[in-house]
């Protein structure tokens, strides 16, 4: 692996530590988000020098959050890893469910909860609505990034 990347790949793997993902996450993202091709589990263990069990871990967490996902191989019985064309709007998609299953929670358990619980349900009142805020406006949010993909697309053609 070139130096710059190799550079990039730290870098996206303590980025994401800092965002509560563990650092082989984000090394395994940042070394698919630059590569142009699928990459078995082996191959990626490999690359990271890492531990096959680390990598797949790893590899499960990010396509469970939208962010890679897997593809086979035509006769080739192993799992491949890729970034598909556009992670950020499946992200997006994962994460809007996500808070959609939170402001089921939230409406649920305030509506179980006694009249004494009055700041407890207030806060949760204010964390659906916050939710579904968040729920609404990421449908605007992606037609936005079609829209300025489609304007880059135009620009090059």
């Given at each position: 692996?070139?130096?710059s ?23 395994l993202?940042?070394l698919?988000l ?10 990626l ?11 797949s871990t ?5 396509e469970?959050?939208g ?9 080739d019985r192993?799992?491949f890893?890729?970034?598909g ?7 997006l ?10 402001i089921?929670?939230?409406e ?5 909860f006694p ?16 939710h579904?805020l ?7 949010l992606i037609?936005?990034?079609r829209?300025h993909?489609r ?7």
């Amino acid at each position: 692996m070139e130096g710059s990347v190799q550079q990039f790949v730290e870098r996206m793997g303590l980025l994401c530590e800092r965002e509560g993902m563990p650092r082989g996450a984000g090394r395994l993202f940042g070394l698919l988000l630059v590569s142009d091709r699928a990459y078995s589990l082996d191959e990626l263990t490999e690359s990271l020098q890492a531990s096959k069990a680390s990598v797949s871990t790893n590899a499960r967490m990010l396509e469970s959050l939208g962010l890679i996902e897997r593809v086979s191989s035509l006769g080739d019985r192993r799992d491949f890893y890729r970034v598909g064309d556009d992670p950020w709007e499946r992200m997006l998609r994962v994460a809007q469910g996500r808070w959609a299953d939170m402001i089921q929670v939230f409406e649920e358990a305030q509506a179980s909860f006694p009249a004494t619980r009055r700041v407890g349900c207030e806060r949760l009142a204010s964390a659906a609505r916050f939710h579904r805020l968040l729920v609404e406006r990421v449908d605007g949010l992606i037609q936005s990034w079609r829209e300025h993909r489609r304007r880059r697309t135009d620009d090059a053609a």
